[in-house]
């Protein structure tokens, strides 16, 4: 080791405390060193070797300056300095280069050594270098046990230790004492921690503003017992500190039994306990401080570690092996991990696996973990009960971990004894164990652990069971007397799935009266659910019988769309329900309010044509799916015979409609085209009256009326008034002259449209068409002749004052008022 002399002047009171970056006013100067010394070396030597007196130590408390001995780590490698102050001035020697098989238990004893340089040499000339410290015989077992009779220096040694074990390794521990009572404090220090502990240790014995300096364990001599430590010494937050003489220190909040137990050894120099504790610490190759006291209390004291003790214990495999066989620790770690699976998941596992090689231990275990698992599922507490039989035994005895499950199943004849949430523990391991022994659906052993109420059928049907067993403790529950209950509904209508399969009766079911009764109560209460259309996507699940029921309770809610579901699967209802109930029910449902498209949809056409030939479909429904067909039938081959029109015509006066609203527009104009169509036929005249009686009061408000619309609807499509058949056909009917018997009295007030139609004739045939009505009037009855001869007469082309003056003479009443409107219009 190289050596440095320095000095400097002594400026008592030049330090203000609370400073940062702390540096006396006066800066050491170099008086000799060893040759090669490095000049960035040299300057950061000096810099740790300054001196500046206590701010209130003068002549007057006649105290001794404090010696500066310091152990620190620097840029350029550790030094160890020991300043003397000398009346106004102060030597400093130090060391560089301080290698690390120099402990610090070595450093501190150099403390009084008559080898440090404390005056400025005769000579200049380079100094040796060191092989070793300048170690002395003051401080040794003897000196420190005579110090610490004080009951004040042993509280000063405990609050040392305790932070040293209790804190970060970067806090700062700073003590308001003597530099002699300091350097008692480290030795002891030294005494009573591993090296393992020290490797990195560094403190200095008297610094003027310990806020500076950044040793480990830092003294401060106040100069007065009337001054304290700057307030930041007791922060807790990087540093801690201790002021005997006024009491004030920091709480350090980490409680280490360690620190009184070695005191007390250093105290009364039995070193033996503390030597032991040392080396079992070494021999387990622990590094962290914290874990040095839970060696001491594992091995010499309380024995009692809490559970984040334990956890950052049983991460050392070592520490964990030494742990785990201590019977108390092992029992703890076991109550931790009962309670906590967390704990039992990381920790309490690396117990286990350090006693794997320990067969008589680990099958103790084992036993102690089942007798505690089945002693707490007695009680009722599934915490424990799971983390002992799922967890921790597992780990601990793999064979009786799967094992136990079979033994619970024989032993727990009666679960109505166990509570309702350790029955849903343990029933979910019950089935998978049956299920690993090869046991298919559900086994009779738990089918008792199935029956419960409907309040608890959600509880059930929330655990991960195979379908089998959810069915089973669904079909219980609707087995028993009361059910199906508003409780259980509510339950099923949110398992739609497990609601559809309970509607199959079970084979020993009598009836399926709990089946429509839960139907029914389904409907009413999910209304929204469409349980119909599931039912039909399994229609095969039930009983035909069974089906028509639920078909005829969605029918009687008023929860099929009977439009829709025969649009959508009228081939499969027509399947399902051939010779049931249900077909005639939902057919009237339909026909009771027809779409607008029933006789254009061929599937609704084919549909009704087969529902018509259902046996159990009612004749009401036939004959209104029968007036359906006949409309359809009218509307493809419009005829003018009573075996066609007749059918139609009932129809479009059923009550209620049987066919849409527009129906009877299409037909009147399907009868307007026919009538069209045979403009020029010789039978005109018998097809429109046939029309007349059977249409008159379906299409129009009686024949009449039908003529009337007819006749506008003609003379808005064609040249009504150029067609001579079609002229003398209208004009017979208006004249009088129908050939139906029927008609006889039912065409009163045609005449005005009688002389409209002539007066048309009349201006757009001409002569020519008026010639051949003429002609063709001699076979009318002599009343319409009479009267065609009149309007003949009055409509022949000869202007328009002749046409109304011969109009007025002719006819009289209302009739020539009518005629004499309709010869204005055309003239005017």
């Known amino acids: 080791m190289k050596q440095l002399y320095s000095t400097g002047t002594l400026n008592a009171g030049s ?337 286990v696996q350090a006693l794997r090689q320990k067969p008589d231990v680990i099958g103790k275990l084992g036993q102690t973990v089942k007798d505690l698992g089945l002693k707490a599922l007695r009680a009722g507490d599934k915490t424990r009960t799971a983390n002992a039989l799922e967890v921790i035994l597992p780990m601990a005895a793999p064979s009786k971990a799967n094992a136990v499950w079979g033994e619970l199943i024989t032993q727990l ?133 069974l089906l028509n029921k639920f078909f005829e309770a969605t029918l009687t809610a008023g929860k099929v769309d009977a439009d829709r579901v025969i649009r959508t699967q009228g081939p499969r209802l027509l399947e399902l329900f051939t010779g049931q109930t249900g077909l005639d029910r939902v057919g009237t449902q339909f026909l009771a309010n027809p779409p607008a498209d029933l006789l254009r949809n061929p599937g609704l056409l084919a549909f009704l044509d087969k529902l018509r030939d259902e046996p159990r479909v009612g004749d009401e429904l036939k004959g209104r799916v029968a007036a359906v067909k006949a409309v359809r039938a009218y509307l493809d081959a419009p005829a003018f015979t009573a075996d066609a029109m007749k059918p139609a015509a009932d129809a479009l006066v059923l009550t209620p409609p049987v066919v849409p609203p527009g129906t009877k527009h299409e037909v009147f104009s399907a009868v307007a085209t026919a009538l069209l169509s045979r403009a020029n036929a010789d039978t005109l005249q018998t097809d429109l009256e046939a029309a007349l009686v059977s249409f008159g009061s379906a299409l129009a408000n009686d024949p009449s009326d039908l003529y009337e619309n007819l006749l506008r609807d003609l003379r808005s499509r064609t040249e009504f008034s150029r067609q001579t058949n079609l002229v003398h056909t209208f004009l017979a009917v208006a004249l009088g002259a129908a050939k139906a018997p029927e008609l006889v009295g039912k065409l009163d007030g045609l005449d005005g449209h009688a002389f409209a139609i002539a007066a048309e004739a009349a201006k757009r045939g001409g002569n020519r068409v008026l010639g051949e009505i003429d002609r063709r009037s001699e076979a009318w009855p002599k009343a319409a002749r009479t009267q065609w001869g009149f309007l003949l007469a009055a409509v022949r082309p000869r202007g328009a004052r002749g046409v109304l003056r011969d109009a007025a003479l002719i006819l009289g009443g209302a009739g020539a008022a009518t005629v004499v409107w309709w010869v204005v219009k055309l003239v005017g």
Not at 164 to 175: A, D, E, N, V, Y
Not at 491 to 506: R, W
Not at 515 to 539: G, N, T
């Open 15 to 351: 330090v203000t405390f609370g400073a940062v970056g702390y540096s006396p006013l006066t800066t050491s100067a170099m008086r000799a060193t060893s040759a090669g010394v490095e000049a960035d070396e040299l300057q950061t030597a000096l810099s740790f070797a300054n001196y500046t007196a206590p701010p209130s130590n003068g002549e007057a408390n006649g105290r001794p300056l404090p010696v500066r001995l310091a152990l620190l780590n620097t840029s350029s490698g550790r030094v160890l300095t020991h300043v003397t102050p000398n009346g106004v001035s102060y030597f400093a020697h130090t060391l560089l280069n301080v290698p690390t098989t120099a402990d610090a238990q070595l450093a501190i004893q150099t403390w009084g050594s008559p080898l440090w340089q404390k005056n400025e040499p005769d000579s200049a000339a380079d100094l040796p270098e060191l092989p070793y410290l300048p170690v002395a015989d003051v401080l040794d077992d003897d000196a420190l046990r005579g110090w610490l009779d004080t009951p004040a220096r042993r509280d000063l040694l405990e609050f040392a230790l305790t932070a040293l074990l209790g804190t970060s390794p970067t806090t700062r521990i700073i003590l308001a004492a003597a530099a002699d009572d300091v350097a008692k404090v480290v030795y002891a220090v030294t005494r009573a921690l591993p090296q393992g502990l020290l490797d990195d240790f560094t403190f200095s014995t008297y610094e003027a503003e310990p806020l500076a300096c950044t040793a480990r364990l830092i003294g401060h001599d106040t100069g007065s017992v009337d001054r304290d430590l700057p307030a930041e010494c007791y922060s807790g937050i990087g540093t801690v500190g201790f002021n005997p003489a006024t009491g004030r220190r920091t709480e350090i909040p980490t409680d280490v039994p360690f620190a009184a137990f070695a005191v007390a050894a250093l105290a009364t120099g039995e070193y033996g306990p503390l030597d032991e504790v040392k080396g079992q610490w070494q021999r387990l190759g622990l590094k962290e401080p914290r874990q040095f006291d839970l060696v001491y209390r594992l091995a010499r004291g309380t024995g009692v570690l809490n559970k984040e003790e334990a956890a950052a214990a049983l991460q050392h495999p070592p520490l964990a092996a030494w742990i785990s066989t201590r019977a108390d620790a092992l029992n703890q770690f076991l109550e931790w991990a009962l309670e906590d699976r967390g704990f039992a998941n990381t920790s309490f596992t690396r117990a």
């Open 413 to 545: 004849t009666t679960p109505d004894s166990l509570s309702w949430d350790m029955r849903w523990y343990l029933l979910p391991k019950f089935v998978r164990f049956k299920q690993q022994q090869g046991t298919t659906g559900v086994d009779p052993a738990l089918a008792k652990w199935l029956d419960v109420p409907a309040e608890h059928l959600t509880e059930i049907l929330a655990l991960e069971l195979p379908r089998a067993y959810h069915i089973a403790a669904g079909r219980a529950c609707l087995g028993r007397d009361g059910e199906p209950s508003a409780v259980l509904t509510k339950t099923l209508a949110q398992h739609s799935t497990l609601a559809l399969t309970l509607l199959q009766p079970a084979p020993t079911d009598a009836d399926a009266l709990r089946q429509v009764k839960l139907f029914d109560s389904l409907l009413a209460e999910a209304p929204a659910h469409p349980w119909f259309e599931d039912l039909l996507a399994r229609a095969t699940d039930y009983p035909a019988v």
